[in-house]
């Protein structure tokens, strides 16, 4: 289930605040950072964003 526009406007990455940017795969959604030294991919569950760096994942 895609997150509400108006909410992924004002979410941004907790590490470095630069915007999120929502990715939906068959296995999984995720909000990816669109900064260029971080990157983070944070998973989102039961359709919640979990912004903790420490339940990120750095880029492939």
């Keep these: 289930m895609p ?3 108006g909410l992924l406007e004002i979410l941004a990455c907790p ?3 630069s915007p ?10 995720e909000l990816v950072c669109t900064g260029t030294d971080c990157g983070l991919i944070y998973p989102v ?4 964003p979990v912004l903790l760096v420490d339940e990120a994942r750095k880029p492939e």
Excluded: G, V
């Excluded at 999120?20 to 959604?29: K, M, S």
């Excluded at 569950?45 to 919640?48: G, H, L, T, V, Y």
């Design 15 to 17: 590490a470095c605040h």
């Design 3 to 5: 997150l509400e526009s």
């Design 45 to 48: 569950r039961d359709s919640i």
């Design 20 to 29: 999120l940017e929502e990715r939906t795969t068959e296995d999984a959604e």
